[in-house]
């Protein structure tokens, strides 16, 4: 067997592997074994088609973990998955002096809070964005 086949291979196996666990980090190592394989092709030594394969798996396999810890899911208290609350309006009549409004949610009184993003004070429509506990953190819904 030559080394072109030996690379093509070891890529169909590490996709069998990936589907098989469903990790998406075996895929870009088959992306890798693929350039290893493309590299014999292009007629590189074996040093060659393994600095081909390395770097493809450090540039693929990098990229997707920097991309992961950009985007990071929302705390567990603004996921509307799981607190059924969030996206939902209330009305806020007034704001106290001390940063906080007293709104009617549900039949019943809630403490309110603006979001850290918005520090306008403003009575009128908004939307919840998180709860903390026993208070909602509110954001006022664009008039668009």
Do not use: K
């Not at 493309?38 to 493809?56: I, N, P, R």
């Not at 990229?63 to 705390?75: E, I, K, N, T």
């Not at 403003?122 to 026993?134: D, E, L, T, W």
């Amino acid at each position: 067997m030559d080394d072109a086949t030996l690379w093509w291979v070891l890529a169909g196996l590490l996709v069998a592997a990936e589907l098989a666990s469903g990790t998406f980090f075996l895929l870009m190592l088959a992306l890798a074994a693929a350039a290893g394989a493309l590299a014999v092709y292009a007629g590189l030594a074996f040093s060659g088609q393994l600095l081909a394969a390395g770097l493809c798996a450090l540039l693929t396999v990098g990229g997707w973990a920097w991309v992961r810890l950009r985007r990071r899911a929302p705390s567990p208290q603004a996921n509307p998955d799981v607190v059924l609350d969030v996206g939902q309006t209330v009305q806020v009549p007034a704001w106290q002096p001390d940063g906080t409004a007293l709104v009617r949610y549900r039949g019943a009184d809630w403490l309110a809070v603006a979001s850290s993003a918005h520090g306008q004070r403003r009575p009128g429509p908004h939307r919840i964005r998180a709860v903390q506990g026993n208070r909602l953190v509110i954001e006022p819904v664009d008039p668009s």
